[in-house]
């Protein structure tokens, strides 16, 4: 009955080795995004995917992209992983946009580490 | 933007007990206001919604309250038990952006 899944659930990358998180979902839902959360911190937004409409955050480091192939997958690239970049990846979707008073379904998140 | 403090990092009760969890935030009252469970090393998972036009809104155990005059919401768990130890974020919506706060963790004590 997984909606949301995150693979892989742990990820070891070498500081500026390029790694892909990726998150497919069983739902059909408009809506997908990226979050980045730290120890004891909120979840960040990093960027979100209405359909095909990228939407990426102000403050979100070029160093992050995502891709969107198709409704059911979306990729998050970090280009040259930094040791601050180290954090727990969640993706999420919803049926339709945040200010429509759509709840969000989150994937178990990626644990990323950089050595 | 909006800020969102949720009242102590770290709660801890007795089981049996009402956990009462406070979610204040500093601007404009948001469309409507969700309450999500984080267990450790897992994605949120969605537990309640409120509107602004609602005072209270209630699921099983749990009971939220909305107050946009006090800038408010109230998280209530009713009878807790220690499968209820978790972290709660309070998330804000408005028009076309969403707050989380950094969260309450609770322990429930058997």
């Known amino acids: 009955d997984a909606m949301v899944i995150q693979n892989p659930r742990y990820q070891v990358t070498q500081f500026g080795k390029p790694v892909t998180l990726s998150c497919s979902q069983t739902?059909?839902?408009?809506?997908m995004y990226w979050y980045q959360q730290k120890s004891s911190q909120a979840p960040k937004l990093l960027f979100h995917?209405?359909?095909?409409?990228?939407?990426n955050e102000a403050d979100t480091p070029d160093n992050f992209q995502s891709r969107r192939p198709n409704t059911s997958f979306c990729f998050l690239d970090i280009r040259s992983p930094g040791l601050g970049d180290a954090a727990m990846y969640l993706c999420?979707?919803?049926?339709?946009?945040?200010?429509?008073?759509?709840?969000?379904?989150f994937g178990p998140g990626t644990r990323l580490l950089v050595l | 933007s909006q800020k969102i403090e949720q009242n102590s990092e770290a709660l801890n009760i007795q089981e049996g007990k009402t956990a009462t969890l406070t979610c204040n935030y500093t601007?404009?009252?948001?469309?409507?206001l969700q309450w999500y469970r984080q267990d450790p090393g897992r994605g949120p998972v969605f537990l309640l919604l409120?509107?602004?036009?609602?005072k209270e809104k209630r699921k099983e155990r749990l009971k939220v309250t909305f107050d946009t005059t006090l800038k408010q919401s109230l998280f209530h768990i009713t009878a807790s038990q220690p499968a209820d130890s978790a972290t709660y974020l309070c998330?804000?919506?408005?028009?076309?952006?969403?707050?989380f706060g950094t969260g309450t963790r609770l322990t429930v004590i058997p």
């Open positions: 739902l059909n839902h408009n809506v």
């Open positions: 601007n404009y009252s948001p469309a409507y």
């Open positions: 995917y209405y359909d095909k409409d990228f939407n």
């Open positions: 999420a979707t919803s049926r339709d946009l945040r200010g429509s008073q759509e709840t969000q379904y």
């Open positions: 998330v804000l919506a408005g028009a076309n952006n969403l707050f």
């Open positions: 409120i509107r602004e036009n609602e």
